[in-house]
């Protein structure tokens, strides 16, 4: 009938609240951070003071109506006299509907009748079946299924104890009525909301189809006549038609798929009639798969209309802002920019689809006579394969210019391109057979590109893979080196680097497992790399002379390769971005019993003798792979954050996601998690190609599990914000006691908080500042060290908690080269995401008190208030007075590079205030707060304007606006002001003080 929202635990956002809102039903909680500003203006929800009564909110609850009608009767009827009686009858009431329910209860009675017959009385316990149906309820069937399974359990181990009583066995038929009940409500909910659900989705899809066929019509009119012709000729009209045939076929496709997916109602129906006669454990399982099954369809149909909706926005959009030119260049960038790494199984279908290259059709490689990539492909018969792998290269170009270099060692058939129609490739044919190893160095030494990859002929590219591998020098420091995610033909992963153990044995690592498992999506230094997709600046190939040919004909010379190029001071590097397919065994098959496999074994032994020096720091074979396969780290650190690193839309996200950054680039192992285990894109991408790995569901539950199952791998871990910390010091603590914890505050919230209360004067603001005040000394009081933004919150806590070891890692940023200058800006801009309390008040502080006053001496001059979720109350609220309401916007460079000022009029808050750094990096003057400037060692009317009034704040506004001169050194000393206190380098420094300071010996491990 309701929500309760009842925590004291005041949150910056809650994301249970964003779906309590979703449903529309009424809504009551208690004013605890975030919570009651985004419920005001909410209709049917009500918001108490933190110190309301339970009577208060009793009274509340009372008066609160609920979104259901109790009908005339119950459902069932309530045979069991206990102090939850009354609740069943009014619950049983409240969701009475048996005309369409998907089963009657009443027809199942008698064959649970029958059944419970036979079974024993059962002991009564201090958790009732009862409260353990609520529980499985509120929870999905999924928490408490397992408790439903050992009390089925416990029943028939009574069985012989009990011996048939009677009124234990009216007992457990009254339990078992209440389940049959609770079912039936349950699905009868769970089939409506289905229905309205899937009505609702194809009334919007027939809606959008219908908008895209016309848009179609109109397109194929337009195809159909010369001016399409004329504007961009018969290549644009060519790749337009493909275009549109592809979203007519969508289009056909969605219809079919909609038609399945309405059949699902009565299937869920079909499933629910089958527990009349199923056991007691049973009864529980087909409801939980179809109410699974339901949810994905939902989703799976809502993502396909959104796709058209998309797809009818985009032709709209272009078509509407240039015509017919300017939506074929949209399409044609559109196809050229699709993502190159995507998920799932679209990666290993692309790979299948090479497999049907007609022998007729030709393969034409956009190759270079000034390469930047050689391309080596060494073949011994296989044909067929390697035209395989051609068409590969030839499907999906390089963006850097280069050459194919294909080489036939002295086959008995010869090798023929004209003849297999592949035109762009350089064939060279050996006389006599020179094996892999040879065969390699000698087509090597006749390259001519910067970069050499090896590339076995029985391996499919997949798209931007060669792209990934090369952008790995470029993004990393000292690769000699670079190896890709080999997958085999059923999508499973192969290789994702290898591990080489004390003996010389090599592991493929993750062969057999789910490539998207976050321990292989990041790029990280790896033990070698196969040379089936080997990555080589061929400068450095020429240093270590190349392959080595005491490992001739062929086995353990890449491995060998690797070692050397590490060895001579270079990094050998697994990049997951680039994926190929290979066939294994396809050239040499897989017995290493005979033919070439066979030195394999042989050449392990020369390996394992030539580098005994570097693999006696090894472990043996199958030992602690886990800390093996990152055995190059010079530290492990695991960092725990509230929710997924969003850069574009808070600066905390963009300060930490650089923090990484540096981490990485320092020699560390880094793990980030989001204590909600999020791993949403493109935003874990984006942290995994930095070198990071993110853990995610579904792969693990929570940070608990993974702290238990990982923890101890560690050397640090770092918690973030106070009421992250608290839930996980203590586990931290007992799976990895030698760790050391840092706590990273982000800010001080205590401080904030009471600065809030300086200026509202609620108790329950003062309340939740005195709960951030004590969790956040004791998380502080178990941490190792204590990270803060600035020297205002090392001198707080030299007051606070004088024992604590506390550093400050500010935020970062790099200056902008390009030069500032005042002419041709317009504007004032604001920047601060919206779900920080701070931020909101802002806003409502310069609309309503300081741009009346500004715009009185400057009329005409715009404000532009820009962030992340912006309340709707707050944009109307802007809107309505003239200002420029943005919202999100994915690019601020623009804004920057255009404005006059940036503002930031916080009248509470603690921390230094990534939105004014950023500001400043770009040369634009800001005027700010006492408390926006804090901590950042800026002086008035030099490096910034400061104000807090009203008035004083319009007034710094409108000189900075109208001075040229103190326009520009404003721009000059504060963008210089960054350079002692939030670059990199600095950031760099304080990390290296923590590491050296915490961590043992971890200044040795450096390379």
């Not at 959008?208 to 000729?233: C, F, M, R």
């Not at 939105?915 to 700010?928: D, H, I, M, T």
């Not at 900075?960 to 670059?983: I, K, V």
């Amino acid at each position: 009938d309701g929500l309760l929202f009842l925590s004291i635990v005041p949150e910056t956002y809650n994301y249970a609240l964003s779906a309590g809102l979703a449903t529309g039903l009424p809504i009551i909680a208690l004013d605890a951070g975030a919570i009651g500003e985004r419920l005001q203006g909410v209709a049917g929800a009500k918001v108490l003071p933190m110190d309301a009564t339970a009577a208060e909110v009793l009274a509340v609850l009372r008066d609160t109506a609920g979104p259901y009608t109790l009908a005339g009767e119950p459902l069932l009827r309530d045979t069991v006299e206990s102090n939850q009686a009354p609740y069943l009858r009014r619950h049983n009431q409240a969701v009475a509907d048996s005309e369409k329910a998907a089963f009657q209860a009443r027809e199942v009675l008698p064959l649970l009748q029958k059944v419970t017959l036979e079974a024993p009385a059962l002991q009564r316990i201090q958790r009732g079946m009862a409260e353990l149906l609520e529980q499985s309820l509120d929870c999905h069937l999924s928490e408490a299924s397992s408790q439903l399974r050992e009390q089925a359990i416990q029943n028939e181990r009574q069985l012989d104890e009990r011996n048939r009583h009677v009124d234990a066995l009216g007992e457990e038929l009254s339990k078992l009525e209440i389940l049959v009940g609770e079912l039936k409500a349950a699905e009868a909910a769970e089939t409506a909301h289905l229905k309205v659900t899937i009505e609702a989705l194809k009334a919007a899809q027939i809606e959008e189809v219908e908008h895209l066929k016309s848009v179609i019509a109109e397109l194929n009119g337009k195809l159909e006549s010369n001016d399409l012709a004329a504007a961009s000729g018969s290549e644009n009209v060519a790749e337009i038609k493909v275009e549109l045939e592809r979203v007519q076929g969508a289009l056909q496709q969605q219809a079919e798929h909609l038609e399945e997916r309405e059949a699902l109602v009565v299937t869920l129906a079909d499933r629910i009639r089958e527990l009349e006669t199923s056991t007691f454990w049973r009864l529980t399982r087909p409801l939980r798969m179809a109410v699974d099954a339901s949810r994905v369809t939902v989703e799976w149909v809502a993502a396909r209309i959104e796709w058209l909706r998309r797809a009818s926005v985009f032709i709209r959009y272009h078509y509407g802002r240039g015509g017919w030119p300017a939506l074929s260049a949209a399409i044609r960038r559109r196809l050229k920019a699709r993502p190159h790494y995507s998920e799932g199984q679209t990666d290993f279908a692309w790979a299948s689809d090479v497999d049907v290259v007609g022998a007729d059709e030709l393969v034409v490689l956009n190759t270079s006579r000034q390469p930047h990539v050689s391309i080596v492909i060494p073949t011994y018969g296989e044909h067929e394969v390697t035209r395989r792998c051609l068409a590969s290269l030839a499907a999906h170009p390089l963006d850097m210019p280069c050459e194919v270099i294909v080489i036939d060692d002295a086959y008995a058939e010869p090798l023929d391109l004209a003849s297999m129609r592949v035109e762009g490739a350089r064939l060279v044919r050996h006389q006599n057979n020179l094996g892999f190893l040879r065969t390699c160095n000698e087509a090597v030494a006749s390259a001519e590109g910067d970069y050499v990859l090896l590339l076995n002929n029985d391996t499919v590219v997949h798209p931007r893979a060669i792209d990934a591998l090369l952008e790995t020098f470029t993004q990393f420091e000292d690769v000699g080196a670079a190896c890709a995610q080999l997958r085999f033909p059923d999508g499973t992963l192969q290789e994702a680097g290898g591990i080489v153990w004390s003996d010389g044995s090599a592991w493929n690592w993750g062969r057999g497992e789910n490539p998207l498992d976050p321990r292989f999506a990041y790029p990280r230094d790896v033990d070698y790399g196969s040379a089936a997709a080997l990555m080589v600046r061929r400068s450095l190939w020429n240093e270590v002379g190349g392959f080595d040919e005491r490992f001739a004909p062929a086995y353990y010379e890449d491995t060998d390769l690797c070692f050397a190029l590490r060895d001579a001071g270079h990094r050998v590097m697994y990049q997951p971005r680039a994926i190929v397919t290979h066939f294994e065994g396809v050239s040499h098959g897989t017995d290493t019993g005979s033919g070439m496999k066979a030195h394999q074994v042989s050449n392990q032994a020369q390996f394992t003798e030539k580098w005994r020096r570097v693999l006696a720091h090894h472990r043996a074979n199958g030992v602690e792979p886990m800390l093996e396969c990152d055995r190059h780290a010079t530290a492990r650190i695991l960092w725990v954050e509230a929710c997924m690193l969003t850069p574009d839309q808070d600066s905390g996200s963009l300060r930490t996601i650089r923090l990484l950054r540096i981490l990485v680039g320092m020699g560390c192992k880094v793990t980030y998690v989001a204590d909600n285990m999020d791993g949403t894109d493109p935003y874990r991408s984006q942290i995994e190609a930095e070198g990071v790995e993110v853990i995610h569901a579904p792969f693990f539950k929570s940070v608990g599990e993974y702290l238990q199952q990982h923890g101890r791998e560690y050397d640090v871990i770092t918690l973030c914000r106070h009421y992250i910390a608290i839930q996980h010091i203590r586990t931290v603590r007992e799976v990895n006691p030698t760790a050391q914890i840092w706590f990273d505050t982000i800010d001080l919230h205590y401080l904030r908080s009471r600065r809030q209360f300086e200026l509202d004067g609620k108790k329950s603001t003062a309340d939740r500042a005195e709960l951030a005040y004590r969790e956040e000394m004791e998380v502080i009081g178990q941490s190792d060290l204590t990270i803060v933004v600035s020297e205002v919150e090392v001198e707080e806590l030299g007051k606070e908690a004088p024992a604590a070891r506390v550093a400050v890692v500010s935020n970062i940023h790099e200056i902008s080269e390009v030069r500032v200058e005042r002419q041709g800006r317009e504007g004032v801009v604001f920047v601060g995401g919206f779900q920080h309390p701070p931020n909101i008040d802002a806003v409502e502080f310069y609309v309503e008190e300081i741009w009346p006053l500004f715009r009185e001496q400057c009329p005409g001059v715009p404000t532009y208030i820009i962030g992340s979720r912006m309340p709707d109350r707050l944009r109307k609220l802007g809107e309505s007075h003239g200002l420029n309401m943005l919202g999100f916007v994915e690019d601020l460079m623009p804004y920057y590079m255009q404005s006059v000022l940036s503002i930031a009029p916080l009248r509470y808050g603690a921390g230094v205030k990534g939105k004014v750094n950023q500001a400043l990096s770009y040369g634009l003057p800001v005027v700010g707060t006492s408390a926006a400037l804090e901590g950042m060692g800026l002086e008035h009317g030099r490096q910034a304007m400061i104000a807090d009034s009203a008035e004083a704040f319009a007034s710094a506004m409108i000189e900075a606006y109208s001075d040229q001169a103190l326009w520009r050194a404003l721009s000059e000393n504060g963008q210089q002001s960054l350079q002692d206190r939030f670059t990199p380098q600095v950031a760099r420094d304080a990390l290296e003080d923590a590491l050296r300071a915490g961590v043992p010996g971890w200044a040795d491990r450096r390379p």
